[in-house]
């Protein structure tokens, strides 16, 4: 089943029975071939990229059912962030192509076969659309990794994750009245969902917004990230072929608000402002943070420096809830701190369609310049660089692993999401401490706690103030787990339950 | 009971078989008998209006609440509140600014991070509450013409009804406090998964004038019972009672912090609470377009998610198989009620074409029969609008409507010379496009509209930016679904209308609100949701 295999990337990093619980390992290298690949794979690498066998063949906007160009005729181009060359020319969506969008929409909620067919019936054809993305997977997964970067086993292990089942289980409550009343709540579709999605993972992201929405009978208009609007053409092809009705889903290349990361808490921000100015349309954000992960003194090291490293790194940094501050105990941070680096110096980078790599580039040139002027700050503000600080090669996006040390929680590299493959370790004496600092943030997206102890944990799990605390384990990120941010991190829930919510 | 005193109110307006057409709300539940009705000359004059009763209750707090404590504005200011019956003032209230709201978003940020309440028990929260709610039931009479004098709504609604309406909602709530619980979520490996359901910090709270201590009930309670701490802002034509109620509740045991009340004016007051960064959660009711600025200064601060409860158009749909009479009643109901100061008030009143004529016949002549005057008088139906500033409002679209050649019924003018007293008035002939068929006017102004079909009037009671309600008048069952689903507004009143318990969510679609309050449903506006993961290391069972 696709919602099954989706998790067993990420889910089953920690479970293996013995300590290797790094991404790696799951997608199936080994030791021995880790060995045979270079560490910071170098320009003439890079020269050597191994040629995607996926062809690009949805480049328009889909709206009503239809691949049709923008209406302005223009388009822009997406790039392979390994070379940061040319891969395709999309349809550039403006104002005209989102109104067309939102009509065809419109029109599908108000008059269309969608929401008078029974639950069952559209459970039936998101279910015929998770079979064909499974039966597609490989060339969805090769085309993700193209337009993105990311590794591509990575890609090809997480499927689309479905809220289909949802469907047919979405009840009203009768409710007790206190005279002689019947009372009952109908959970209607809200009726035209806008939705707006990053880059860093563009299919899964898709899934998180587009699964819930339509299991729950709205209509939907969605807006990609213009470094990524590849997979998601491809997927939504893929439900038209499953029976979804023309306007249900509709899809708009383009440019955001803003220049900033669509995702971040600037752009969410700006997207709550223009929802308050215009019709008070209900907003659901997940934006940025900076994830505490704390190393307690009683915590295995190894294992600890296994995940923090993994909390960190993962996907090229670019996760919007990475444990990007490692507060590690005092009596171990040396220790950890040693250890740490090494692992950060044997990371592999490389192409990311090649087995055995662990990193691949940056998304983009923007975001490459950004993390190198972080490291910068950080080296300025007298942090101390253990490793890395520096791109690799000279073509494409890529970035050495980077470790700071003696890094003071007021340095920006400490208080700022950098989105990159920079590790900032910082030093703690108690809980106490320890807490008050991990919640001296404006984000509250998540946490990681690494202790053995019962009451420690059991402290912390209260203590932080987190939509997410994940204790001896990091990234796992099951359908069914809700995930969202306090404070500035975001405003609601999705997946799972509470996704469902918001859309009613 | 408090709570069946309360549902009598509401509920039994239309129930009650007894007295034919006139199931109307006050014969009903403030006991009014029908003779009493000609002693009370029709439309009280100004003459009436010089006799006014005067309120056994004297005002006891005009400071701030802040930490636990009284006390004056940080500027020294104040500024005056009415009663609406005369324009005359009542008393002069602290009037806050940032200066104020800061010191009680500190007070209630201390009391939330390192305070007692957080780590009490939510047992003893639930304690806490019900203690609430006894002693306000004890002075009832008291805080009842409190309401009444400064908001100008019939007192007899205020004791019988509403307080005891607030009583029941903090008892309501208080039955939750223990009762939230997080949940096992079923992972897909080797995972122990749960979810907590925590209280999301310091709530900023803005309540309207209409329903003063209703409105303190809605928003105040589920955040108490989920374990927040508050500043609340009053609306500034009201800010007596929630003093006398906050007082209350602190003798009642609530650590100091918790609570804080600041009044003042939306721009000085509101808005620096709604763009504090140390607040967490906004709650907002009052109009669509204040909503806006609110919601915007959410976005710009620090991203506090927001639930608002704004204004409406609501249709109220008469079908031609609706008997008219009991129709004709609770439409009039459904509008006039608390001077049409409702945010959902049935303010598009459309009637099937079969029955149109008799039921505006029978309409004018209830509008001409209700009664206005001192709502400290037995007997009286409709008091004062809230202030000047309202009542002009009103007039200005009463005027509107015969310049669009609506066909005024009845009504039409100011009532006296003193103070803020509208006629009922009723408007025939009114197309979809006038003014008065699209705005809220939030006034005793009934808009009679006439309809053909079923589908035909569910477009037109759609084709509004509003849907926070909608009423339905029909004896036919497939009617009444077909009506349920197609309406789009958080609330569809079949055959009754302004039933309120505590347990029925109550909220708006488009531009009516984000956000359900009362209920299951309010408790997700003060509680944030933490998934929380570890390993299992050889599980019995997944």
Request: glycine share 8%; charged share 20%; hydrophobic share 40%.
């Amino acid at each position: 089943m696709a919602a099954r295999r989706i998790f067993s990337l990420v889910s089953r990093s920690q479970c293996l029975p013995r300590f290797h619980p790094s991404l790696l390992h799951i997608l199936g290298r080994d030791t021995q071939r880790g060995r045979n690949i270079n560490k910071f794979s170098t320009a003439a690498e890079a020269d050597e990229l191994i040629t995607p066998s996926v062809k690009i063949r949805y480049t328009k906007n889909l709206i009503n059912g239809e691949f049709v160009d923008a209406a302005s005729g223009k388009t822009f181009p997406a790039y392979d962030p390994r070379s940061g060359e040319v891969i395709a020319h999309v349809a550039e969506g403006d104002q005209e192509d989102i109104n067309r969008a939102v009509s065809a929409a419109r029109k599908a909620f108000d008059e269309g076969p969608w929401p008078k067919m029974t639950p069952y019936e559209r459970s039936r054809i998101l279910l015929r659309a998770a079979d064909l993305v499974e039966k597609h997977s490989d060339e969805l997964a090769a085309l993700e990794t193209w337009n993105n970067g990311k590794l591509y086993e990575q890609s090809a292990n997480i499927e689309v994750p479905m809220f289909v089942r949802w469907a047919d289980k979405i009840h009203g409550l009768t409710v007790p009245a206190d005279g002689n009343y019947h009372v009952q709540v109908l959970h209607e579709p809200i009726g035209v969902a806008g939705q707006i999605i990053p880059w860093n993972f563009p299919l899964l992201l898709f899934a998180w917004k587009v699964g819930p929405a339509l299991a729950c009978g709205n209509t939907v208009v969605v807006k990609t990230a213009e470094q990524t609007p590849l997979t998601a053409l491809f997927a939504a092809h893929l439900f038209q072929e499953a029976g979804l009705p023309p306007g249900v889903l509709n899809v708009v290349s383009g440019f955001g608000p803003t220049a900033a990361f669509t995702g971040s808490t600037d752009t969410g921000k700006i997207i709550y402002q223009l929802a308050a100015k215009s019709n008070l349309k209900a907003v659901t954000l997940e934006l940025g943070g900076k994830s505490p992960f704390i190393v307690c003194e009683d915590a295995d090291v190894d294992k600890a420096v296994e995940l923090a490293h993994f909390a960190l790194f993962f996907n090229q940094g670019q996760c919007c809830c990475a444990g990007s501050r490692t507060y590690v105990h005092q009596r171990i941070y040396d220790e950890f701190l040693e250890k740490a680096k090494a692992a950060a110096l044997k990371r592999v980078v490389g192409d990311p369609f090649k087995k055995g790599v662990e990193q691949g580039p940056q998304i983009d040139s923007q975001q490459f310049e950004k993390i190198l002027r972080y490291i910068r700050s950080g080296v300025q503000s007298n942090a101390t660089l253990e490793c890395g600080g520096d791109r690799i090669g000279t073509k494409g996006f890529f970035v050495q692993p980077t470790v700071f040390s003696n890094v003071q929680d007021d340095m920006a590299i400490a208080k700022d999401e950098i989105f990159g493959p920079v590790q900032t370790i910082l030093k703690f004496k108690d809980n106490d401490e320890v807490i008050r600092r991990a919640n001296n943030t404006r984000y509250g997206l998540a946490a990681g706690v690494f202790t053995k102890n019962l009451d420690t944990a059991n402290t912390l799990m209260r203590g932080l103030r987190a939509g997410t605390v994940w204790i001896n384990c990091f990234d796992v990120f099951d359908a069914a787990i809700p995930f969202g941010g306090y404070k500035m991190s975001g405003v609601g829930r999705e997946k799972v339950e509470l996704g469902l919510m918001y859309r009613l | 009971m408090a709570a069946r005193a309360l549902s009598r109110l509401l509920s039994r307006s239309i129930s009650s078989s007894s007295s034919g057409v006139s199931a109307s709300l006050l014969r009903s539940s403030l006991g009014r008998k029908s003779e009493g009705w000609t002693n009370i000359s029709r439309f009280s004059t100004a003459a009436a209006v010089e006799e006014l009763i005067t309120p056994q209750v004297s005002i006891n707090y005009t400071q701030h609440l802040i930490n636990g404590q009284f006390v004056d504005a940080a500027s020294g200011k104040t500024f005056p509140t009415y009663d609406p019956r005369t324009g005359e003032v009542i008393a002069r209230v602290a009037e806050g600014d940032a200066e104020d709201i800061n010191r009680a978003v500190s007070a209630a940020r201390e009391a939330f991070d390192n305070g007692p309440w957080p780590k009490m028990t939510a047992y003893e929260r639930c304690r806490i509450l019900l203690r609430f709610a006894d002693l306000v039931e004890k002075h009832n009479d008291e805080i009842a013409a409190l309401e009444s004098w400064n908001n100008g709504k019939l007192y007899e609604q205020a004791a019988k009804a509403e307080v005891p309406m607030f009583v029941r909602l903090f008892r309501y709530y208080a039955g939750w406090a223990d009762k939230i619980h997080g949940l096992t979520v079923p992972a897909d490996g080797d995972y122990h998964v749960q979810t907590l359901h925590e209280p999301i910090g310091v709530a900023g709270q803005i309540i309207p004038w209409n329903f003063p201590l209703l409105m303190f009930a809605w928003k105040v309670g589920p955040a108490l019972a989920c374990g927040n701490t508050i500043v609340l802002k009053t609306a500034e034509q009201t800010p007596l009672t929630a003093l006398v109620v906050a007082k209350l509740l602190h003798e009642a045991g609530l650590p100091a912090g918790v609570l804080n009340i600041v009044s003042g004016y939306g721009p000085t007051a509101g808005a620096p609470l709604a763009s504090h960064m140390d607040v967490d959660k906004l709650a907002f009711t009052g109009s669509t377009d204040t909503g806006k600025t609110v919601l915007e200064l959410a976005a710009r601060s620090n991203l506090k998610p927001v639930t608002l409860e704004l204004g409406g158009k609501s249709p109220f749909i008469v079908c031609e198989d609706a008997d008219v009479n009991k129709a004709v009643e609770i439409a009039h109901f459904a509008l006039f009620f608390n001077q049409g100061q409702c945010c959902c008030a049935g303010s598009r009143t459309f009637v099937h074409e079969r029955i149109y004529d008799e039921f505006l016949e029978k309409s004018k002549e209830r509008a001409l029969r209700r009664v206005v005057g001192d709502p400290f008088k037995k007997g009286v139906e409709q008091g004062p609008q809230i202030d000047s500033k309202q009542f002009e409002k009103v007039l200005r679209y009463i005027k509107s409507g015969i310049d669009s050649n609506a066909t005024l019924e009845c009504g039409g003018g100011r009532l006296g010379s003193k103070g803020f007293f509208v006629q009922p008035t009723v408007f025939s002939n009114v197309q979809d496009d006038m003014l008065i068929a699209k705005d809220e006017i939030f006034g005793p102004v009934q808009t009679i509209l006439k309809f053909k079909d079923i589908d035909e009037v569910i477009q037109r009671a759609n084709a509004t930016r509003y849907g926070l309600a909608a009423g339905v008048f029909t004896k036919n069952v497939s009617t009444a679904n077909t009506m349920m689903r197609a309406l789009r507004a958080g609330t569809v009143w079949i055959n009754c209308f302004d039933v309120f318990d505590a347990a029925i969510p109550f909220g708006g679609y488009k531009m009516s609100g984000i956000g359900r309050e009362k209920g299951i449903y309010s408790l997700h506006n003060y509680l944030q949701v933490k998934a929380v993961v570890t390993p299992l290391n050889n599980p019995a069972w997944l």
